[in-house]
């Protein structure tokens, strides 16, 4: 087996996912990863596996789609998901992590391995043999151009945004109340508005000025990561039926539901720092902590982050890729990651595992397994596959995902969670039963 080696470009999600399944399987890696020498505009850290955005892997009921996904990751042994249930910070039913401990663990266990090589540099062109590229879509511009070349490829773009991080000791608590929605806990810290206070707020985010983005269209922002601002240029009434709805909550002071209402989300395990969810932007900095500062209970806060915005580069992947995530037109070339158009921290990271599996198994003269639709490992590989004339990137959704079969004579399930429970059940069912 020492003759044989792989490389995996770029040490993200997606990256250190596809290392940790190769050398799992007994594979030599050489990891190319040009930070810390050279960072990108959303990276700040010397770590593999940084968290640009949020620190929220979203989900972890089975009766979501991306909950499922978490699970069938962590039974094909997934380090991503190790660290991030090892460095769990509280936020209701989602799983949000500490970033630097997250990351810092994920960099730890790879560069301890005995078969793990690291290169600290930037990579021009794609590596002869076999590959997995996973340098996301912040991809350096010469790696660009090379990849640009490849037969058969077009590339897209769209615009990511990151949300703000404040200080908790700068808050006002005062002003809010502590609550997860549904009452399922008391891990979010909730800013409630007044239709006056929301109202205000709008005026101010409608009106402040926005940082330029070099070829910014609105049209080209993946909705998953929608800035604020562009949220209320659709509408005054968007942002509070989107990450302002108050649906859930009742202030416990008042036992009412405020008119709107802004969630704060643990950031870092000492709790010294809270993210505002779902408030990607990219309104200039000074704006950010003026406009922002109407927010009850954010008056004095301290931004240990602003918010950010950058273009993003992906893949048309079908007819590109196979389902496993591999070069049709090159064998043992894969791609892995945001870049290939699946969209979100998990769904890279499982690209990595199909990909990082695949390539083992090639390597050590087996046949690659072929996931099934019905899992959401499957269904992924299936949609970057698949030719589509509007490809974009995607979450995982049960939209992607085989339905329940019909079953002459046998009852219906109407209920959408037991639906959707039943379908991950299946597909757990299937994974589990794979030679891990």
């Keep these: 087996m020492s003759e044989l080696r792989a490389t995996v470009v770029g040490a993200g999600l997606a990256g250190s996912e596809a290392a940790w399944q190769l050398v799992r399987k007994g594979i030599p890696v050489t990891i190319v ?21 949020s620190n929220s892997f979203r989900g972890s009921r089975l009766s979501s789609a991306v909950g499922l996904l978490k699970e069938e990751m962590r039974c094909m042994d997934s380090l991503i998901m190790q660290c991030a249930d090892d460095n769990q910070v509280p936020a209701g039913d989602a799983l949000a992590v500490d970033r630097e401990g997250f990351s810092r663990q994920v960099t730890e266990t790879l560069l301890r391995h005995p078969l793990v090589t690291l290169e600290k540099r930037e ?67 909730n800013c409630p508005f007044t239709e006056e206070e929301y109202n205000r707020f709008i005026d101010a985010l409608l009106t402040a000025e926005t940082a330029e983005v070099h070829g910014f269209e609105e049209t080209r922002v993946f909705e998953g990561c929608m800035p604020i601002e562009s949220m209320a240029r659709r509408g005054r009434m968007v942002p509070a039926f ?30 010294t720092m809270y993210n505002i969810v779902g ?25 240990s982050r602003y918010g950010v915005m950058h273009r993003n580069t992906f893949l048309k992947s079908p007819g590109f890729l196979n389902s496993r995530f591999e070069m049709i037109r090159r064998p043992m070339c894969y791609f892995a990651g945001q870049m290939t158009g699946v969209e979100g921290y998990v769904e890279s990271a499982a690209s990595g595992l199909v990909a990082g ?24 590989g299936r949609y970057v596959s698949t030719p589509n004339s509007s490809f974009q990137p995607m979450n995982c959704t049960f939209g992607l995902i085989d339905p329940l079969p019909v079953i002459p004579g046998a009852k219906k399930i109407r209920d959408k969670k037991e639906r959707y429970e039943a379908i991950s059940d299946r597909a757990l069912r299937y994974i589990r039963s794979i030679d891990q």
């Design 33 to 53: 990863e040009m930070k810390p020498a050279q960072q990108t505009p959303a990276h700040h850290t010397e770590y593999f596996a940084e968290l640009v955005c």
């Design 123 to 189: 990579a021009s062109e794609i590596p002869d043999g076999p590959v997995i590229i996973a340098t996301g879509p912040l991809t350096s511009p010469a790696l660009a151009d090379a990849i640009q070349s490849l037969p058969g490829l077009d590339t897209l773009n769209f615009y990511d945004a990151a949300a703000p991080i404040v200080l908790r000791e700068s808050l006002d608590e005062t002003r809010m109340f502590r609550l997860s929605r549904y009452g399922r806990g008391d891990d979010y810290l």
């Design 242 to 271: 989107g990450p302002m709805k108050p649906v859930g909550l009742r202030d416990p002071r008042t036992g009412k539901a405020p008119f709107a209402v802004v969630q704060l989300r643990q950031d870092d395990a000492g709790e």
């Design 279 to 303: 408030f990607q932007t990219r309104l200039k900095f000074g704006e950010q902590k003026r406009v922002f500062g109407l927010i009850p209970g954010l008056e004095n806060a301290v931004f």
């Design 357 to 380: 599996r695949s390539l083992a198994d090639q390597l050590l003269g087996r046949e690659p397994l072929e996931l099934p639709g019905f899992t959401a490992l499957g269904a992924m």
